[in-house]
């Protein structure tokens, strides 16, 4: 074989020969396409772009090549991306000046092309670097080169196509078509580019890092690094070149070509069905390379044409294998076909050692026309009885010879083959699957795994089907990047199709899996890229700090401990303060400690946080606290408002001096900076996540087994919050069933006290009480409640049936359980059935900070938008009239509406309520709405809903909700009235006021009687939560035989004193009076002592009847339309509703959270990735990019020469939204600038430095384990 081998490269002896022309009129690239092809390109207006998210392989450290197919259509001079990572710190390709455009490494690197770009011509890109050399490449010739020696670009932010990220002024966004974008690890070389330039990759290749099709989806190729669509795009036509391999599919035309030597315009079909292949004529300098060869075949004939021949050469030629034998010499079966310059043809056949002979027969066509100007053309027929292969294989090549008129300079395709090896020859197939039919669009394919939880040894099962509306020629399911299993389809109507495939995963870690189809065209469609995580458990380490001394002195050492623990084993802890401490493990150990000793010098506070990776690969992080260095009150250095912390301290981390509650949450500065020590026990409420700037919420919440609310519920409720500036933090744990029949099950007062015989602690930890909320969700039926912990009934029975698991009993529905969470959780942060009554003042009781006033438990008030209201438990309600849906968020008032007084109603006034509040999560053809009750001239009830102009629908109602059947709605006939709100149900809009009873009874039914005589107010809900923190002081001076019943004293004298004072060690003093509490009064958060009900309470008479096609943003399908979540926003598009996506603005379908936060991993760290400083004195200017979405805001820190400790600046939290801040207080002094960038929870995440300081001396004590 070798010596075979040797020969290979042997040609054809040919004299040279001249060739006809091709007409002007030939062509072009922007027509060129195959029926395997992008068939549905990416579209961008300028207004849209792809995102992949960043991952160590977007920064390849060992070459760089950058590809794709770009198609213009606007040919202004501005610069549009291609593809960037962020030209100020990474990598870029773009056009600028209608030119290509490449920075290899950050903004300094950039160097343009030389070819412009003709608008709507397909045109191939690409560029390399390979840490010395840079080059470009237009259609696979070298456009421009430039030697820079530079390390390859490594930077934190997302890759996108079609924009740039990172740059505070554009995204420089593309306008046209995109398609097969290709990212290498390696610098390819010309030959490489131009081999695979049409080539669509369907298998690993080495050093290929992802390869983007954009065939009616965004997804990478290979699973790795699928992007997201963000802003407006599209996928259409046109078609791009780039086609399938291994074998190349030749289309089946409508009509036989006429053998004349033109490639006529749509002879050889066009769009998705044509097959053109290029190559290139190096040393001549026209035609323009690549020129084109087409391929197409009917039921009885394949035709080739190949356009644009240079005028000196001597001969083409057509090389066919017909049985696919891939012999290294040529056979007597295989065939050249050939057309000379004197158009003579000649049919030849190889002889077995390395050359050819005349045929001794042969059936064939090779046409060149009869003149010509500066171009020439041949075509080619054979038979494809000549085609013996079993499935029909055939191997081809092509040949310019003679080139430039020199005999031997010869231009083969495909690349390095040689025309006498068929060996070297590429792989075809006709497809004649693909006869002409229609075909409407691209295939779909889902793919699940199975089991749902992967234990480590389990073996995974994978199911992907798909559909097309024509037919499935193949099914991929893709594991780990790789195609595991490919299923194919024969037949020509596989319309629907399944393939299944299973694999045994013993690696922890997250595992990531998707499936691709490919229809009878060779279309393409993905499914989302889904993962999995073979897992001990599956969770992230929970890593707990501390520091000791607690309250140092100015210079004194610290001793930082960080300590994580996971059932995998911990691999690393990492610490961060002014130095960075990190201990790696052998993983073997669940428990690991790591311990870090700093001396601060000078500086005041000092912060640090701490980091851990587990077994499995799971990451958590702490959030920052803070280390204060002689916080002790002095004359000189007093404490004002008694928080705990010194005055000068308070300024330098943004609290106020003379408010012991900043951010008015309840929970007093000291606690969240420094934590609650009550001698023996401390709680760590700052390394617990608490921020003396924003509000935080604590939770811990506890359900029986069996009785934990669905997947849906804390995303919705904790997102809630969050986008009404509080973060809540959950703590969750699984505790056994309580019911015993005939007795019935312990409610949240009597679970908190019940200690775990598996730990002997307690279910809610004593000292938690002042600072946490206890909510517990039992297997039992009933009404649900708040008194000084809130129950949650998770069944629902029928009437008088208290047995959970009896005939009729079901779960509560997801938007019920998420009503019941909300509105008992509000009871216990302050909040009644109508609002909140009372001044708001800030309140002390020992060290309790509280505001004043109680409940407002007038119910049913139309105007009084809030889930504490019984009539709103579908919340805040909207209507889309164009489609007839309704929609509801669960959520408390934002905002004041308009009061009513029921003896002076306006039945002409317009009732405006605003839609940016109400409907916030709905898309803009919402417009809200409220209801009220009435009762018409005759007697009879009704519910209205209105939308302040107009009645929109109503209900017949009965004496009570159970005489009211849900179907009674009614939405048309409805009685027509001029613009206004007909309170008393007469049908006419009254011009003088009305009296009329519009909240039933003011209690639980919409439906009852009651004056006409109240003024219901409007109370804003948000802007006071909470009103007070946890039960712990209400619960021991709570003396009541009810609390003893469910609260041993035990527990209640574990909580702490009844003075409500921590202890002395926390340094707060109360400044008032103590108030006591008479069982009769509110607590601080103002839920009264006695409101949970002794006996389960059916809710028949307070919940609005369900209104048709109503959906909720809550991810499941509330209306029955087999739609999820329709009308509600969804901003990143990737297929989760805002209200319950853990990263809104960040695409991340799967939701991942390692650590079970509720904030996404996809956004719980953002970046920064530059800062710059324009100093001026008294007007210092900064600038800075990085991470824009998902993140609350930047805080910018000054240190200046002669202090100590940066020091927050702007008296607002967070410093500033934007990506640049003036500090228009500094002096003259030199300045030194920190700026950080918050996440969604307003933990700060990364930081980046800039200006100078004379230089200060820092050095951490670093002790071994």
């Excluded at 960043?54 to 291609?82: F, Y």
């Excluded at 041949?378 to 092509?398: I, K, Q, Y």
């Excluded at 040894?457 to 490919?486: K, L, N, W």
């Excluded at 004293?1049 to 202890?1063: K, M, P, V, W």
């Amino acid at each position: 074989m070798r010596r075979a081998l040797a020969r290979i490269g042997l040609i054809l002896g040919i004299a040279l020969i001249v060739l006809s022309s091709v007409p002007p009129s030939r062509s072009t690239m922007a027509e060129s396409a195959s029926p395997t092809a992008v068939t549905n390109t990416l579209y961008l207006s300028g207004s849209g772009y792809l995102q992949v998210p960043n991952a160590p392989a977007l920064n390849p450290s060992g070459g760089l090549t950058v590809e794709a197919w770009v198609r213009r259509i606007d040919t202004s001079t501005s610069c549009q991306t291609i593809v960037g990572k962020g030209y100020q710190t990474g990598f870029w390709l773009g056009i600028c000046g209608n030119k290509l455009r490449f920075y290899s490494n950050g903004s300094l690197s950039w160097f343009d092309g030389a070819t412009a770009f003709v608008s709507g011509e397909w045109t191939h890109v690409a560029a390399t670097f390979d840490g010395t050399t840079r080059r470009l490449y237009v259609n696979g010739n070298l456009d421009a080169e430039s030697v820079r020696v530079s390390p390859l670009p490594v930077n934190a932010q997302p890759l996108r196509i079609g924009a740039d990220v990172g740059d505070i002024f554009s995204t420089y966004p593309f306008v046209g078509h995109l398609a097969d974008v290709r990212l290498w690890g390696v610098a390819r070389g010309r030959d490489e580019i131009r081999r695979d330039m049409v080539r669509l990759f369907e298998a690993p290749e080495t050093g290929l890092i992802a390869a983007w099709h954009l065939e009616g989806t965004s997804a990478d190729i290979f699973g790795n690094h699928n992007a997201t669509g963000v802003g407006t795009y599209a996928f259409n036509d046109p078609a791009a070149p780039s086609t399938t391999h291994h074998p190349i599919k030749v289309p089946r035309l409508f009509v036989a070509p006429m053998v004349d030597g033109w490639c006529g315009s749509g002879e050889y079909g066009s769009g998705a069905l044509r097959l053109r292949l290029p190559m290139w004529l190096d040393g001549v300098s026209y035609p323009p390379s690549p020129v084109w060869v087409n391929i197409g075949a009917t039921s009885s004939n394949v035709y080739v044409c190949m356009e644009r021949v240079e005028v000196g050469t001597s001969a083409m030629v057509v090389y066919l294998d017909p049985n696919n034998g891939g012999d290294a010499w040529a056979q007597a079966d295989d065939r050249a076909f050939i057309v000379r310059a004197d158009r003579t043809s000649q049919c030849r056949q190889g002889d077995g050692s390395g050359g050819y002979v005349n045929a001794s027969s042969c059936d064939y066509q090779a046409v060149l026309p009869s003149s010509f100007e500066f171009e020439k053309s041949a075509e080619f027929r054979f038979p494809r009885s000549l085609l013996t292969g079993s499935p029909a294989l055939f191997r081809l090549a092509f040949a310019h010879q003679g080139v430039g008129g020199t005999a031997g300079s010869d231009r083969v395709w495909p690349l390095g083959a040689a025309q006498n090896s068929p060996a070297t020859w590429l792989t075809f197939v006709i497809n004649d699957i693909d006869l002409p039919r229609s075909d409407s669009g691209n295939p779909t394919v889902s793919v699940r795994h199975s089991p749902d939880v992967v234990r480590r040894g389990t073996t995974v099962s994978f199911t992907a089907t798909a559909s097309d509306d024509v037919d499935i020629q193949s099914i991929d399911i893709i594991v780990g990047g790789i195609a595991r299993r490919t299923c194919d389809f024969a037949g020509t109507n596989d319309r629907n199709g399944a393939c299944t495939f299973s694999m045994t995963f013993r690696e922890l870690g997250r595992q990531y899996y998707s499936a691709r189809v490919v229809d009878h065209r060779g279309r393409i469609g993905f499914a989302p890229m889904s993962s999995f995580l073979v897992q001990v458990d599956g969770r992230a380490p929970v890593i707990t700090i501390d520091h000791s001394p607690r309250r140092p002195a100015i210079g004194a050492s610290v001793t930082i401990n960080a300590t994580a623990t996971d059932p995998s084993g911990v691999r690393s802890i990492t610490i961060n303060s002014p130095s960075v401490r990190r201990c790696t493990f052998d993983g073997t150990r669940t428990t690991e400690t790591c311990t870090v000793t700093v001396a601060p010098g000078g500086r005041r506070i000092v912060g640090y946080s701490a980091s851990a990776i587990d077994s499995e690969g799971l990451s958590a992080y702490t959030s920052g606290v803070s280390i204060l260095f002689g916080n002790t009150p002095t004359a000189t250095r007093p404490d004002t408002d008694q928080d705990g912390i010194v005055d000068d301290l308070e300024r330098l981390l943004g609290t106020r001096p003379d408010n012991p509650d900043t951010d008015r949450d309840a929970l007093p500065d000291g606690w969240e900076v420094i934590g609650l020590d009550f001698g023996s026990e401390f709680v760590n409420l700052p390394a617990l996540g608490a921020n003396p700037l924003r509000k935080d919420i604590f939770v811990q919440y506890d359900y029986e087994r069996g009785a934990k609310v669905e997947p849906e519920t804390w995303p919705y409720v904790i997102e809630l919050f969050r986008r009404h500036g509080i973060t809540l933090h959950l703590t969750e744990n699984e505790r056994p069933r309580s019911f015993v029949p005939g007795r019935g099950a312990i409610g949240a007062e009597q679970a908190a006290a019940t200690i775990d015989p598996a730990t002997g602690q307690y279910y809610f930890p004593p000292k938690l009480s002042w600072t946490h909320h206890y909510i517990y969700s039992r297997y039992f039926p009933g009404r649900s409640g708040a008194w000084h912990h809130v129950t949650i009934d998770m069944r629902q029975c029928p009437e008088d049936v208290f047995d959970p698991d009896a005939p009729g009993c079901f779960d509560r529905p997801i938007w019920d359980q998420i009503y019941r969470i909300v509105h008992e959780l509000g009871h216990n942060l302050g909040l009644g059935h109508g609002g909140r009554t009372g001044s708001g003042r800030q309140t002390r009781i020992g060290d309790i900070v509280y505001y004043e006033g109680a409940w407002n438990n007038t119910n049913m008030k139309p105007n009084y938008i809030s889930v504490m209201n019984y009539r709103y438990n579908a919340s805040h309600l909207c209507y889309r009239e164009d489609t007839n849906q309704w929609f509801a968020a669960t959520d408390f008032q934002s905002g004041s509406r308009f009061d009513l007084n029921e003896a002076r109603l306006q039945e002409n006034r317009i009732y405006e309520l605003p839609r940016n509040v109400q409907c916030a999560t709905a898309d803009s053809a919402f417009v809200p709405v409220f209801e009220y009750s009435c009762t018409d001239p005759m007697g009879q009830r009704w519910i209205v809903l209105s939308d302040g102009r107009r009645t929109l629908g109503r209900q017949r109602g009965g004496q009570t909700r159970a005489d009211t059947p849900d179907s009674d709605w009614q939405f048309t006939d409805l009685p027509s009235h001029a613009p206004g709100v007909d309170w008393n149900c007469d049908g006419t809009i009254q011009t003088a006021t009305v009296s009329h009873n519009i909240n039933g009874d003011g209690i639980e039914g919409m439906w009852g009687t009651g004056p006409a005589n109240e003024i219901l107010t409007s109370p804003d809900d948000w802007r006071g939560l909470p009103y007070g923190p946890g039960s712990g002081c209400w619960i021991v001076r709570d003396s009541s035989e009810a609390i003893r019943r469910v609260m041993p004293d035990a527990y209640r004298n574990a909580i702490g004193r009844s003075d409500c004072r921590i202890a002395p060690a926390a340094g707060m003093s109360a400044l008032n009076a103590e108030a006591s509490l008479l069982p009769e009064q509110p607590s601080a958060a103002g839920a009264p002592l006695n409101v949970y009900p002794p006996e389960p309470i059916e809710e028949n008479d307070i919940s609005l009847p369900p209104i048709p096609n109503l959906e909720q943003c809550n991810g499941v399908n509330d209306d029955g339309d087999d739609q999820i979540d329709e009308g509600c926003l969804d901003t990143d598009r990737d297929g989760i509703a805002d209200a319950i996506d853990s990263c809104p603005q960040t695409p991340n379908p799967d939701q991942a959270d390692a650590n079970a936060n509720y904030l996404g991993d996809a956004c719980e760290r953002p970046t920064l990735a530059s800062l710059t400083l324009t100093p001026a004195p008294g007007n210092n200017a900064l600038a800075w990019s990085g991470t824009a979405t998902d993140v609350l805001g930047y805080n910018v820190y000054r240190q200046c020469e002669g202090e100590d400790t940066p020091a927050l600046l702007g008296g607002d939290f967070p410093t500033t939204t934007a990506q640049s801040y003036t500090d228009a207080t500094a002096g003259a002094a030199k300045c030194q600038y920190i700026v950080r960038v918050l996440n969604r929870n307003g933990v700060e995440t990364d930081e980046r430095i800039v200006g100078s300081l004379p230089m200060k001396v820092f050095i951490p004590l670093l002790l071994k384990q």
